[in-house]
Structures are given as C-alpha cells and as structure tokens.
C-alpha cells in the first residue's frame, strides 16, 4: 500500500545525525539521512523513530493508522539491504498490492533491482529486492531456496492478516522460520494488543521496537446524513477532546433525528411520511452523490455491503442524469479503458457487460468489487487514483486493498452479513471502512458519512466513531503440510519445541493465567461456603455430598443416553439402502425423504437423500435424534437426476406418490428409576440423619453452590490443562494419522518419506487429500480438461449452500470424481479418530466451468455452466479467481506427480485455461 505523503510535502532539512552503527554502510548517504534527502517531505516521528531503530540492527514492528506512511519504514529497509549489498524480500498479503509495490519500487531503483514473485508471475526473480506475496516467502523457506542466500531484511506489509482464519497461518511459518540475521519490518493496522503482538515478537525474533502511532496524518470529521442534510455527528461546540470519551452527539442532529422518528412513527399507518420527509424510504442514491457533490465532498467511495447492492447502485445512478465528469476528460478515460481491456476479444466483452461499465466510467461512476473480472476492477481503481472516477460503490474489501484514498467515505448501513448472519458493525470495522477518507497532501480533512434510517441512533454511530479497538488474534494452527515440513527440516522433538513458540501458543498461554485467576478466586468462594456447610468433616458435608454424587449420575446417564442414541442412528443410517424412504423429524429438512447414495461410513455416515419438499443434500446422524428406520421403499432411475431443479421436483413428487408418511415424533426422556447405582443413593439419602434437619434447604441451596463452583473450578483446570501445550498435542496427532499412512517413518526419531517429501509440495487447503489422489493414481489417464475439472473440487468452495451441480464431462472424469470423494471419505474418518479437523468435502461447483473453459468453450457458456451454490452463472471476477487456484495446484501436480503422463496432462492443462480473460489478468 502507498502510504507515502505526497511529494509536494515539506522538504525534510534534517534527520539528525546517523548513528555510528550505521558506518559501516560507507557512507552517511547509505542510512537515514541519506535515505531522508531522497524522499522530498518530511519524516513523522514515528517514522524516523522506526527508522532509526532498524538502521541501529533491530527489527521493528509499526503499527499505525492507514495513510500513516508505514510503508516508509519498508522502503528504508530496501534502503539499507541495497546499501550493503544484500537482498530484501518485501511481502504482501495479495496480489494486487504486490503489483503495486513492485512499480513504485522500479521507478525508484529501476527494473534491474527489482524483481515480483506472485506465485503465476516471475519477474527476475534473482533481484537484490523481490515483491511477492507471502506465501512465496513461506515456500521459499520450506524449499531451502538459494534465493534465501544473502537475504537481510524482511518487509511484512499488513502483518495483522496473521488474524486471517484461511491464510493468517502462512504469516508465523515465516516469523518463526526465517533465519535469526535477518531484521524483520512488520506493518500493521493500529491493532489495540500491539504491545502484547510486540512482545511475542521479542520472543521469537529477538531485540524488536514497537513503533505505535494512533494519529491519523489527516483529520477525519463524522458525519450523518439525514434526508438532505448532512449533519456533524459530534458536537464542535462541547469542548471535548476530539479523541476523547467525552465526545457529545451534535444536538441539532438529535433534535432532528427525534423529530424524524416521531413523524415517521405517525405517519407509518398511512403508509408514507409527510412532505420533506419521505417516511422510511430512504434517499435516493443520485440525491446523496448530488448533495456530497454540493458540498464538495467529491470523490466519494460508498461501502454497500454486497456485490449485486453495489451493481443495484451504479444501474440507479445510470438511470439518473448524474454526469460527474467533465468533456476534456473523456479522451484519457477512454485511453485508461482501452489499455486494460485491449487484450479481450470483442465477444467475451459483450458477455462482460462491457458497454454499461464504460458509460458509467464516462460518466465518472463505477463499481469495485471481487466478482468482476479483474482488468475492469484495475481500470476502476487506475481512473479513481487519478480523479477521473469521482463514485466507487464498492464492498468492503476494498477497504484490505489496494491504495485508493477518497475525499469521503459513505456507509449505507451499519450492518452487514458476515458468512453465518447479519451482524452490527465492529468499531474496529468502522475504522477501517473510514480510514479510506482523506488523502494526504491533498485534502485538509477525510469525511465519514452514515446515512440515517430508522433504527440509527446518532449515540451508536458515535460509539462505533469514537472507539478504537481491533485485538490481534492468532488464527495459527499446524497442518498437514506445515507438519510435514517441520518434520523434515529440524525433527518431531524440535518442531514441538517451535510450535510452543508461535503467537497462538503465546496468547492460550497468557489465557491460562485468567483461569488460574478464576480457580483462586472459586477456590476462596469454596472455602467460606464450605464453612457454613460446617467444614469437609461435617454431616451435612457428607449429607450434601450424597446429594451431588446422585445428580452427577443422573446426568451420566442422560449423557449416556444421548450417546447410545446417537450410536444408534449412525448404526442405522450407515445401513440405509437405495430406495429406503425414511423420516427426518427434526431441522428445516423434516419430512419424509428417499435415500439416493447411501454412506457405508461407520464412524460418521452422511447418505444423499431427496425430501419431499424438493431439498437434496446429505444429512448425518444429527438430523435423527431416533435412529432412522425405513418406512418403505421405492424404485429409482439407474440414474437420478437430482441436481436439477426439474429432476428434483419429478423425484419429489413420485416420493409424494408412494403414499408414506412421517409418523409422530415420539418423546424419550432418560429414566433413573430403574438404575440400582440411583436406589442405593436415594435410600442412603433418606436415612442420612440431615435429611429430616428443618434446615435442610436452606443448607442445600448453599451445598448447590458449593458443588456448582467445584464442577466449573474443575471444568477450568481441564480447560486450562488443555490449552497448555495444545498446538503441540495437535501437531502429534497429525504425525501419527501421518505414519499411519506411510508419510512419516514410526519410531522415536520420525523422519518423511518419499510420499511426505510429496505432500512437503503441496500447499493447498486439502493438501493431504490431493497426496492421497495422487498415490493412489486417482487422476491418472485424464485429460487436460478433465484433470483440471477433477482438481478443482478440492479448491472451489461454493459462496452458498446449494446443491451440488450436474455431472461433466466423461464416464473417466465421473469415475474420479466419485474416487477422489471416496478417498476423502476415508481421509475424514481417520481425521475423526484422531481428533481432528476434518479436509473440507470435495466441491464440484466450479467442475463444470473449467471443464468447458479448458476444453476451449467460450466465456459465455463456461459462466453458464459454473455454479455459484445460488443456481446463477459465476461472476467472472470469480471464474478468474477460481480459475488461478487451479492453475496453482495444477503447477504443483505437475511438479510433484510420479506418473510422467499425469505431469504432462497437468501442463497441458495449465496452458488450456490461461487463455483469454484468465491469461490477461496473469500478465
């Protein structure tokens, strides 16, 4: 990200002295002083702070708002590598970020010096300073690469992605594995646990300054939109400090904002508030932007929390009259569109909605988000940097991307889907959407600005606005691959040793010190209740203890109910057949429903089964609380089609047909009264002599207590036991489903074998899945197109649930599709024995898509053959993306297969599908 202020800032006249540690360079133009002159502004504080501690050999970690200018701190240390002839990696979490860096970095030291590894790109790689993404580095380091050699600084950009759950791993493999004589630069968002982040840092790295900085380098001032009037969101004339707790909600905003809601309130059984007002409904969009404009709030980018919301927005204003741009600036419009989408064919350009995104760029508008093909996105973004494109509507991805400052950014709502449900937006979120506002060397002051509805309470958006607190949590968990690795480079014992030593072992430890503090405190509340029991020794004690001892087995035999229930129905639905008509009682799937793939699984069975309301999909032992008997049977096809909405409905309704019914759900509650252990406690009880005391319940409810603290004190130090050495634990039982399988050597010292050597390359989420296909020969005699069809199943992941798509390509490509489901079966019953998570199921949603693609279809049929888990054609944003993920585990297949036609097919599948919209994103 650029962070840089802008070249017409204040000249920088003097750094300070540079420090004699930094002699060695040769010359004091090759440490900060010299790296200071270069830049043409001045250094912040915190800048030069930073600087100097890395130019004195400490890493440093920086964590500072956006727009800060971190990225200064990452520059300075190519500085200092260039300096003394030595090499800099600086890192990115995505591609696009990495491309932008890599051109800044060229302008200023020219293309000689630099070079750009993104995993589909290599550009001269053997550098002095190489951009690439992090994952890169962390395959660098696994491969012992000679280009390791001379490496003395590391640059980590946006090292709190460490917190991503799907690649935040990828962050500490490198942290923790990069040799100790290389100083480490992380750049962070301002992050609320920096200092315990720092801590770890010094930890494991050695002497590192942590640089902190929570002042924005441009002010940013919170407003609310509330019909037409924009309103300041705090109160100017309260006197509180602008960071403050203290803030005061503008009281002309209230006052209006509950004169709104009164009205509204009023008008809601008519149906439509009075004039001026405009009841619920809320501003049009083409009224904001005219407002904002009015005001001088231009450009603008609006976070609308959906890709089809933002897609809604941009067709609204084309409906408008809203014309942002200006005659002269439609010749380099133009010029920017043509350059990055020159290489298009004509025909994937009317598929791709071309004409309506270009007149909305003429018209300065546009939509930002990842389901558009990527070319598109890169001309939104190159027209916005330069002011030709004056309205993004964009997601919130934006706000993690590339550098694209606006003079405002707008919030339509404060809520947003979060993968599982609408949720209310986090302070830390809030800060991040709003950073985007304000650019430096530019504007004076960014704006914020939340548009009114009812249910926005100005108090809340004050809330969100003035809180800043985002903790960094570690997402680090060992893996197939990571373990197989540690295994090979330093041994089971070491790996243990290094394990203990990440950023998430660090935060479960410091954790424990909170449960060792609830035990003390529920150990005291123990110690005064038992004392009014009379003390450990005294007939009540034991009276009450007689008590507990019958609950406690009560509740092992409602326990154990359950579990023979549930043993029970895995029993019964492991013995399913074909045809078998059986009950769901419970779930939004209850009714009766045909099983039409049954699972011999024993540990976790999942049949495929069609109810009668037309649902298809897999249902587990959790959908039948009582095991599940057949109530009959039915013929079906040789082959049903079930994938299709038309063969559902025909399915369903000869299911229907067949005249069975779900029989009323029946309730079993666990009974006591039969178990002897239960009579012999309830007697004992009743002859005890405190049962006949007057006081008995008073006594009681205290022992009820009492015996609630010790089940919970207890259920801490398990927890506590647990989490100790817990990353440790899960990375043995990995070694052990991994000898089992003859990855890892048995004995006291293992080592990997030929096969593990295998899944070392191979970095994919289903890493040990795709190890297993290729031993076991699963995608050999394919095809290119069938090849990259089958292998996209264990990267694609379906945006929704949904039902899997038809069946492609050939009976060969069919076979390996059902062969590499059934190795993951396997795969996920030894994952359940061993306590572990389970490798995602294999999804075939994207099979069909790339099968058409690599066989040579057009764009238009492939995105219609693709399935997005909604029943719609795939975005090509995301047929790209997908499409690249394939590509990679396509060139790893290639380079890892022992059958040298299996290697062959894959090349030729890589180059089948990098063609077209898929080869111009990868130039």
């Given at each position: 990200?650029n962070e840089?202020?802008?070249?017409?800032?204040?000249?920088?006249?003097?750094?300070?002295?540079?420090s004699?540690?930094?002699?060695?360079?040769?010359?004091?133009?090759?440490g900060?002083?010299?790296?200071a002159?270069q830049?043409?502004?001045?250094?912040?504080?915190?800048q030069?702070?930073?600087?100097?501690?890395?130019?004195?050999?400490?890493?440093?970690?920086?964590?500072?708002?956006?727009?800060a200018?971190?990225?200064?701190?990452?520059?300075?240390?190519?500085?200092?590598a260039?300096?003394?002839g030595?090499?800099?990696?600086?890192?990115?979490?995505i591609?696009?970020l990495?491309?932008?860096?890599?051109?800044?970095?060229?302008?200023?030291?020219?293309?000689?010096?630099?070079?750009?590894?993104?995993?589909?790109?290599?550009?001269?790689?053997?550098?002095?300073?190489?951009?690439?993404?992090?994952?890169?580095?962390?395959?660098?380091?696994?491969?012992?690469?000679?280009?390791?050699?001379?490496?003395?600084?590391?640059?980590?950009?946006?090292?709190?992605?460490?917190?991503?759950?799907?690649?935040?791993?990828?962050?500490?493999?490198?942290?923790?594995?990069?040799?100790?004589d290389?100083?480490?630069?992380?750049l962070?968002?301002?992050?609320?646990n920096?200092?315990?982040?720092?801590?770890?840092?010094e930890?494991?790295r050695g002497?590192?300054?942590?640089?902190?900085?929570?002042?924005?380098?441009?002010?940013?001032?919170?407003?609310?939109?509330v019909?037409?009037?924009?309103?300041d969101?705090?109160?100017?004339?309260?006197?509180?400090?602008?960071?403050?707790?203290?803030?005061?909600?503008?009281?002309?905003?209230a006052?209006?904002?509950?004169q709104?809601?009164?009205?509204d309130?009023?008008?809601?059984?008519?149906?439509?508030?009075?004039?001026?007002?405009?009841?619920?409904r809320?501003l049009?969009?083409?009224?904001?932007?005219?407002?904002?404009?009015?005001?001088?709030?231009?450009?603008?980018?609006?976070?609308?929390?959906?890709?089809?919301?933002?897609?809604?927005?941009?067709?609204?204003?084309?409906?408008s009259?809203?014309?942002?741009?200006?005659?002269?600036?439609?010749?380099?419009?133009?010029?920017?569109?043509?350059?990055h989408?020159?290489?298009?064919?004509?025909?994937d350009?009317?598929?791709?909605?071309?004409?309506?995104?270009?007149?909305?760029?003429?018209?300065?508008?546009?939509?930002?988000?990842?389901?558009?093909?990527?070319?598109?996105?890169?001309?939104?973004?190159?027209l916005?940097?330069?002011?030709?494109?004056?309205?993004?509507?964009?997601?919130?991805?934006l706000?993690?991307?590339?550098?694209?400052?606006a003079?405002t950014?707008v919030l339509?709502r404060?809520v947003?889907?979060?993968?599982?449900t609408?949720?209310?937006?986090?302070?830390?979120?809030?800060?991040?959407?709003?950073?985007?506002?304000?650019?430096?060397?530019?504007?004076?002051?960014?704006?914020?600005?939340?548009?009114?509805?009812?249910g926005?309470e100005?108090?809340?958006?004050a809330?969100?606005?003035?809180?800043r607190?985002?903790?960094?949590?570690?997402?680090?968990?060992?893996?197939?691959?990571?373990?197989?690795?540690?295994?090979?480079?330093?041994g089971?014992?070491?790996?243990?040793?290094?394990?203990?030593?990440?950023?998430?072992?660090?935060?479960?430890?410091?954790?424990?010190?909170?449960l060792?503090?609830?035990?003390?405190?529920?150990?005291e509340?123990?110690?005064?209740?038992?004392?009014?029991?009379?003390g450990?020794?005294?007939?009540?004690?034991?009276?009450?203890?007689?008590?507990?001892?019958?609950?406690?087995?009560?509740?092992?035999?409602?326990?154990?109910?359950?579990?023979?229930?549930?043993?029970?129905?895995?029993?019964?639905?492991?013995?399913?057949?074909?045809?078998?008509?059986?009950?769901?009682?419970?779930?939004?799937?209850?009714?009766?429903?045909?099983?039409?793939?049954?699972?011999?699984?024993?540990?976790d069975?999942?049949?495929?089964?069609?109810t009668?309301?037309?649902?298809s999909?897999?249902?587990?032992?959790?959908?039948?609380?009582?095991?599940?008997?057949?109530?009959?049977?039915?013929?079906?096809?040789?082959?049903?089609?079930?994938?299709?909405?038309?063969g559902?409905?025909?399915?369903?309704?000869?299911?229907?047909s067949?005249?069975?019914?779900?029989?009323?759900?029946?309730s079993?509650?666990?009974?006591?009264?039969?178990?002897?252990?239960?009579?012999?406690?309830?007697?004992e009880?009743?002859?005890?002599?405190?049962?006949?005391?007057?006081?008995?319940?008073?006594l009681g409810?205290v022992?009820?207590?009492?015996?609630?603290?010790?089940?919970?004190?207890?259920?801490?130090?398990?927890?506590?036991?647990?989490?100790?050495?817990?990353?440790?634990?899960?990375?043995?039982?990995?070694?052990?489903?991994?000898?089992?399988?003859?990855?890892?050597?048995?004995?006291?010292?293992?080592?990997?074998?030929?096969?593990?050597?295998?899944?070392?390359?191979?970095?994919?989420?289903?890493?040990l899945?795709?190890?297993?296909?290729?031993?076991r020969?699963?995608?050999?005699?394919?095809?290119?197109?069938?090849?990259?069809?089958?292998?996209?199943?264990?990267?694609?992941?379906?945006?929704?649930?949904?039902?899997?798509?038809?069946?492609?390509?050939?009976?060969v490509?069919?076979?390996?599709?059902?062969?590499?489901?059934?190795v993951?079966?396997?795969?996920?019953?030894?994952?359940?024995?061993?306590?572990?998570?389970?490798?995602?199921?294999?999804?075939?949603?994207?099979?069909?898509?790339v099968?058409?693609?690599a066989?040579e279809?057009?764009l238009?049929?492939?995105?219609?053959a693709?399935?997005?888990g909604g029943?719609?054609?795939l975005?090509?944003?995301?047929?790209?993306?997908?499409?690249?993920?394939?590509?990679?585990?396509?060139?790893?297949?290639?380079?890892?297969?022992g059958?040298?036609?299996?290697?062959?097919?894959?090349?030729?599948?890589?180059?089948?599908i990098?063609?077209?919209v898929?080869?111009?994103?990868?130039a």
């Open positions: 990200m840089r202020p802008a070249a017409n800032a204040e000249q920088h006249t003097d750094a300070g002295p540079a004699s540690e930094s002699a060695n360079t040769g010359s004091a133009n090759r900060l002083d010299g790296f002159k830049l043409g502004f001045e250094l912040d504080p915190f030069i702070e930073a600087c100097r501690a890395l130019e004195n050999g400490h890493g440093v970690l920086v964590c500072a708002p956006t727009g200018g971190k990225t200064v701190v990452g520059e300075f240390a190519v500085h200092l260039l300096a003394a030595r090499k800099c990696f600086y890192t990115t979490p591609k696009a990495s491309n932008q860096k890599y051109a800044e970095l060229v302008e200023r030291y020219g293309k000689t010096q630099v070079g750009l590894l993104t995993g589909d790109t290599s550009v001269n790689s053997d550098a002095p300073v190489v951009v690439m993404t992090t994952e890169v580095l962390r395959n660098m380091i696994y491969a012992d690469s000679p280009a390791l050699w001379g490496l003395s600084h590391v640059v980590m950009d946006e090292v709190h992605y460490l917190a991503d759950r799907f690649r935040g791993a990828v962050w500490e493999e490198v942290i923790l594995h990069l040799p100790e290389v100083r480490l630069v992380s962070s968002a301002t992050v609320s920096a200092e315990e982040f720092g801590s770890w840092m930890t494991v002497d590192t300054t942590v640089v902190l900085d929570d002042v924005r380098p441009i002010p940013l001032s919170q407003h609310i939109m019909g037409r009037r924009l309103f969101l705090f109160d100017s004339r309260s006197g509180s400090a602008p960071n403050g707790r203290d803030l005061v909600v503008d009281a002309d905003l006052r209006y904002v509950r709104r809601q009164a009205l309130r009023d008008s809601a059984p008519r149906g439509r508030g009075p004039r001026g007002f405009g009841g619920f809320p049009p969009r083409p009224d904001v932007i005219a407002r904002l404009d009015e005001e001088g709030l231009l450009p603008a980018i609006t976070f609308i929390f959906s890709r089809a919301g933002c897609d809604a927005a941009l067709a609204q204003c084309l409906r009259r809203l014309e942002l741009t200006r005659q002269e600036d439609l010749p380099r419009i133009r010029e920017i569109i043509d350059k989408t020159a290489g298009l064919p004509r025909a350009l009317e598929v791709l909605g071309y004409r309506d995104w270009r007149h909305a760029l003429e018209r300065g508008l546009a939509a930002h988000h990842a389901g558009m093909l990527p070319a598109f996105r890169q001309a939104v973004e190159e916005f940097v330069h002011g030709l494109v004056r309205v993004v509507f964009a997601t919130e991805t706000a993690l991307g590339i550098n694209m400052p003079r950014v339509e404060l947003k889907y979060n993968g599982e609408h949720a209310e937006l986090t302070p830390g979120e809030y800060t991040q959407l709003t950073g985007r506002a304000g650019r430096r060397g530019i504007d004076v002051e960014g704006h914020a600005v939340v548009l009114w509805q009812p926005v100005p108090a809340d958006v809330g969100l606005a003035s809180t607190t985002f903790p960094l949590r570690s997402s680090f968990r060992p893996g197939y691959n990571m373990s197989i690795n540690l295994v090979g480079r330093m089971a014992d070491r790996s243990r040793a290094l394990l203990e030593r990440s950023f998430a072992q660090f935060q479960a430890d410091r954790s424990v010190v909170g060792t503090r609830g035990i003390e405190r529920n150990e509340a123990m110690a005064k209740l038992r004392n009014q029991l009379g450990a020794d005294s007939e009540f004690f034991e009276y009450a203890a007689l008590r507990e001892e019958a609950n406690r087995r009560e509740r092992a035999l409602e326990r154990h109910g359950k579990q023979t229930r549930r043993e029970a129905s895995v029993t019964a639905l492991s013995r399913l057949r074909r045809g078998d008509v059986v009950a769901i009682p419970v779930g939004r799937h209850r009714g009766i429903a045909v099983v039409l793939e049954p699972d011999r699984d024993e540990t069975p999942r049949p495929l089964v069609l009668e309301g037309k649902w999909g897999r249902v587990s032992a959790g959908d039948f609380p009582e095991p599940a008997r057949p109530l009959g049977s039915m013929r079906l096809p040789k082959h049903v089609d079930h994938r299709t909405g038309r559902r409905r025909d399915l369903a309704s000869a299911l229907r067949t005249g069975i019914t779900a029989p009323g759900r029946r079993r509650k666990v009974s006591a009264a039969k178990d002897p252990e239960i009579t012999r406690l309830r007697k009880i009743r002859r005890h002599p405190c049962h006949e005391r007057p006081d008995r319940e008073q409810r022992a009820e207590r009492y015996h609630r603290l010790a089940r919970e004190t207890e259920t801490m130090r398990q927890k506590a036991a647990a989490t100790t050495n817990s990353l440790a634990r899960t990375f043995d039982r990995i070694v052990a489903l991994l000898t089992e399988r003859g990855y890892v050597t048995a004995g006291e010292h293992p080592e990997a074998t030929d096969d593990g050597a295998r899944l070392a390359r191979i970095y994919s989420e289903s890493d899945l795709v190890a297993e296909c290729l031993r020969g699963v995608w050999e005699g394919l095809g290119p197109a069938e090849l990259a069809a089958v292998v996209s199943t264990v990267v694609y992941e379906s945006r929704r649930d949904g039902d899997s798509p038809a069946p492609v390509g050939t009976g490509l069919r076979h390996a599709l059902d062969e590499t489901v059934q993951w079966r396997e795969l996920r019953a030894d994952e359940i024995r061993h306590k572990l998570p389970p490798t995602r199921e294999p999804d075939a949603g994207f099979a069909a898509a099968f058409t693609w066989g279809g057009t238009l049929d492939t995105l219609l693709a399935d997005d029943g719609r054609a975005s090509a944003g995301d047929f790209v993306r997908w499409c690249r993920q394939v590509i990679d585990l396509l060139e790893q297949v290639r380079s890892t297969a059958d040298a036609e299996l290697a062959q097919s894959a090349r030729r599948a890589v180059a089948a990098r063609r077209g898929v080869a111009l994103d990868a």
